[in-house]
């Protein structure tokens, strides 16, 4: 590889991790329907930047969101190894994924659009968090704490439809609302 190709590719590699900090960060002020130009101004690129390594916004918002979302499964698996009740384990896991959730602004809207755009995300989390969150909820169906009845992918929809913030329905009212939600998966004997 020549010196010039070497620095072609630090440098498309830069523009690409500095395009996706600040698409993180405008996420988090604006939301996931930020303007593009925002992001580019952030990152310090032109649009064509932008689209030339994310030719739609989904593809952008996916790629964000990767990342977290395996922190997210790999959480799982810790507090599987973890000396804590299976029911404690899956109350902080279904915690941190509220907190993935409240604070990407429009996140849960989308994951609920019907943007096809939007189906790899949405298919991201299925296969890795959905697996994910089952391990927690058997544990606890093992150990009897959890109803039996609950499955992930039905928990997973209902946190992410309590986690859609609006005027007069903030962060804690969507933390009050899952912890209750948590508490009436638990089997009561």
Not at 5 to 33: H, I, M
Not at 152 to 162: E, I, P, S
Request: with cysteine; glycine share 8%.
């Amino acid at each position: 590889m020549t010196e010039a190709t070497g620095a072609r590719q630090a440098g498309v590699r830069r523009n690409r991790e500095a395009l996706l900090a600040a698409a993180a960060a405008v996420f988090v002020e604006q939301g996931v329907q930020a303007p593009i130009r925002d992001i580019a101004g952030r990152a310090g690129v032109g649009l064509g930047t932008v689209y030339r390594h994310f030719p739609s916004r989904a593809e952008l918002v996916t790629a964000v969101y990767r990342h977290q979302i395996e922190e997210c499964v790999a959480l799982a698996a810790a507090l599987r190894r973890e000396s804590v009740a299976p029911v404690e384990a899956l109350t902080r896991w279904i915690d941190a994924f509220v907190e993935f959730l409240v604070t990407k602004h429009g996140l849960g809207a989308a994951l609920q659009s019907e943007d096809p755009g939007l189906h790899t995300l949405h298919t991201l989390m299925l296969d890795e968090l959905v697996p994910a969150c089952a391990s927690l909820i058997e544990a606890g169906v093992a150990a009897g704490d959890i109803d039996p009845e609950v499955t992930a992918h039905t928990l997973m929809r209902a946190v992410g439809n309590l986690c859609i913030l609006g005027p007069g329905y903030e962060r804690a009212h969507a933390q009050d609302m899952v912890a209750r939600l948590l508490a009436g998966c638990r089997r009561t004997r």
